[in-house]
């Protein structure tokens, strides 16, 4: 009983998963030989494909950490509305890439809402997502990641701020120390094993990101789960596709643990 | 003191605008007419508002199926993450067993595979037993994603129920099955109905593996991805705001259960 | 139902150090017994034995004349009062009450009639159809304790029902409690940590160390005559006193306690009374307590209220010689004399 019964209850879930992810981890592992993985890295899009993506990942990464964490102090402040605050602070949390970059493809196209308030201030349009300007258009997705994704980071840092009691910090601030030596002494490292969390989170969804650009961009900006769709659905070489997954799944794995190990010691 | 408080109010409006503009734009886009949104500079304020373009959206070939699709693998998600979920997530709340950390881990891997990992590899399989195509096999792989998720939530609301309501209910005469269904289950319940929206808009917002694994029976948001590429603007924009409106939903109905859903047990 | 508990081991899982350590314990039927010892010594977990909570590694519980240590809780016959009342919140108050009795399939309108009856002996006619989170914790609790006196078994549990009250509450419950029980007369096994209460409620009292039992018996002959240094120092506020023989005049191989309230306090010098400095001065209302110094050890030592003593004066104290007990130094177990 002691053992049979939580084995009998875990034991579905168990059957379930390794048939789903097991599975066909080992079969895409076997599929993918030495001739796909060539002509995916002679593919013109592959090293675009991954330099992009992990230039979002350092780029997007430390600035929606930064708005979090200001985000979560804010309202950790008590201002008047905060519940209203909140509400629209989280919205994004339930919103899906492909929404996202439909959202700001209404900002950012050429005849769409910024150029439109910038013609009624009298400042010319530009065409933020062209592939002529590549540094836009990256922009233009990290604005709506960060717009989309940074909620996640904010749920969980405030979420860990909660269980930090205040008396720490109103200790620290009775025996003198201003908010900057409150927040880097005191709140920071309580905050670390959230943080942790949410930075391995964030840094595997983000290598998974591609619906954004997509809707931002079509392929001018190409990511690599991109990759995969294209050669999937459309260049219909599943091969090559699992080739490049299985380079995601790697990157993923080596972020996961990198993460851990660097934030452990 | 004062222009400290007016400073923290200037900071939470101005984030409160970055995000909610943008649904304000969409939700705008959406509901003006054709004709309108071809115009420039665009009206920023809801000057003619029209159902023109979200009708036509709705009217468009395949969007009405997609969208059956969508809340058929929804709602089939929702079930069999449940029924396969909750026993397990019970089991790690309440018995210390050997294979409880390695089944834990499993279940963290498991969430770290990306999800094209999955799909590509899945679709040759379901391609060869018959479930390409079809709602059962992106119902397959959506449960597939949410589970881990599913247990490891379920099992914190089951922390949250007392160990020793379920003693008391023993002591005063209930099997182990009748104490679970009469004491543990109703306080388990809102727990359980934040989880099983947690899976609904999991699946509701998949789109790579839904578009891998079927051609005609495609949901919503693989509808309107493959479709992307040759619609014009306004169908994008209805197709944006018609995928955002079950996640406003959703954060409306399930504020109090956020904190604690995406917070504490991701801890 | 009498309760005789044989030989019980038990072990949790990852633990080098036995929760209960070869037990044996016989409860007559009728009887109120109180388990008492400090946090970790294992009495709850005998509880939770007897209740069926908890397997034992070895041994046997016998309730009445039937073995259930094998027996599902369920099935025990028992019923129990929890640390934390563990009242069910999604339930009225009047179907929290009838819990036990639902689950013995008894009679709706049986169940009715007695749950309003255990509402009356409770004082909780007034709350009976609303949800727990509408009550005070004292109300809760006696809800608790409701639910356990209406099944009407042949053995209740309470495992330290009273802690989560506010001091004034608890004093007030503890007797009201012991009325209850007297009433229904229903054999009773009560843990708890706090000695005022173990002395004020149970007809005996079984104090525990380390997983064993170190006395039983009735609370007034545990106080006076406790069986080793242990028992002394956990029964009774304040505790007793212990000092070197020498320090009273006796010999140097034994150790001496001595109550507070057995030690005769002066001003006047006399000829059978030790001198001693005081050191605090207490007033409780009812006595003075005073801590005194005598030959550099430390004594507590209660006065009549009326006494008045500064730090630093110099007292007389008198021992009666009945009323000290003496101990081994080296194993603190009691001498007998």
Known sequence: MKLRGPLLLIAPSLIFLTALFAWPLVAGLSQANGADIRRMLDDAYFWPAARNTALLIVVLIPLQFALAIAMALLLRARPRFAGVYFYIWVIPL????????????????DRGYLNSALSQLHIEGYAWLSYQHP???????????????????????????QSIPRDYDEAAAVFGANYWQRLRKVILPQLRPSLQVALILRTILALETFAVAQALTGRNMPLLVGETYQWYAVL?????????????????????FGYLRALRS | MRRHRFGL????????????????????????????????????????????????????????????????????????????????GYALARHAFRGRDPYQLFLLLTRALPIVVLSVPLARIFLQTG????????????????????????????????????????????????????????????????????????????????????????TLPAHVLTTLSDSPLAYRFAGGLALILPAIVFVAVMRRYLLNMWGTTLR | MKITISDLVKTYPGQARRATDDVSLEIADGEFLVLVGPSGCGKTTLLRMVAGLETPDSGTIHIGDRDVTGVAARHRGISMVFQSYAIFPHMKVRDNIGFGLAMRKVDPAEIRRRVDQAAELLQLTEVLDRHPAQLSGGQRQRVAVARAVVVDSGVL??????????????????????????????????????????????????????????????????????????????????????????????????????????????????????????????????????????????????????????????????????????????TGLALLR
């Open chain 3, 157 to 330: 549990l309470m495992d330290e029902p009273l802690s989560n009250l506010d001091a004034l509450l608890r004093l007030q419950f503890r007797a009201e409690l012991k009325k209850i029980v007297r009433e229904i007369g229903t054999t009773t096994l009560y843990v708890t940590h706090d000695q005022a209460e173990a002395m004020s409620l149970g007809d005996r009292v079984a104090v525990m160390r380390d997983g064993r039992i170190a006395q039983l018996g009735p609370p007034l002959e545990v106080y006076d005559a406790p069986s080793d240094q242990f028992v002394g120092g956990f029964l009774g506020s304040p505790p007793m006193n212990f000092v070197p023989g020498p320090a009273l005049g006796h010999a140097s191989d034994v150790l001496i306690g001595v109550r507070a309230e057995k030690v005769a306090v002066g001003t006047e010098r006399a000829d059978d009374a030790r001198p001693a400095t005081v050191e605090v001065v207490e007033p409780t209302g009812a006595s003075m307590l005073l801590t005194v110094l005598i030959d550099g050890h430390r004594l507590k030592v209660s006065a009549p209220p009326t006494f008045t003593a500064t730090p630093e004066q110099q007292i007389w104290l008198r021992f009666d010689p009945t009323s000290l007990r003496f101990y081994d130094p080296e």
């Open chain 1, 94 to 109: 339930a919103i899906s890439d492909l929404a996202a970059g439909l959202v700001w493809l209404a900002v950012f196209t």
């Open chain 1, 236 to 256: 219909q070489n599943p091969n090559v596709a699992t080739a490049i997954a299985l380079v995601i799944l790697a990157v993923s794995l080596l972020a996961a």
């Open chain 1, 135 to 161: 540094v836009t258009m990256f922009l233009a997705v990290v604005v709506a990641e960060l717009w989309r994704s940074t909620s996640l980071v904010f749920v969980i840092v405030v979420a860990g701020m």
């Open chain 2, 9 to 88: 109010q200037l900071a939470c409006v101005a984030i409160t605008l970055f995000f909610g503009v943008p649904l304000y734009l969409i939700a705008l886009a959406a509901f003006s007419s054709r004709e309108s949104l071809d115009r420039f500079p665009l009206p920023l304020l809801p000057t003619d508002l029209s159902a023109e373009t979200i009708t036509t959206f709705l009217g468009s070939t395949g969007v009405v199926g997609g969208y059956l699709n969508s809340l058929m693998v929804g709602l089939s998600t929702v079930v069999l993450a449940l029924v396969i979920g909750v026993p397990a």
């Open chain 2, 131 to 218: 479930l390409y195509d079809t709602t059962y096999a992106v119902t397959l792989l959506h449960t597939a994603l949410a589970l881990p998720t599913t247990v490891l939530i379920t099992s914190a609301v089951f922390v949250g129920v007392p160990r020793e309501h379920e003693e008391a209910a023993q002591v005063f005469g209930a099997s182990p099955a009748r104490a679970f269904a009469r004491v543990v289950l109703p306080q388990a319940l809102p727990g359980i109905a934040a989880v099983a929206m947690f899976t609904f808009v999991l699946s509701w917002n998949e789109v790579l593996g839904a578009t891998i694994l079927t051609l005609n029976q495609r």
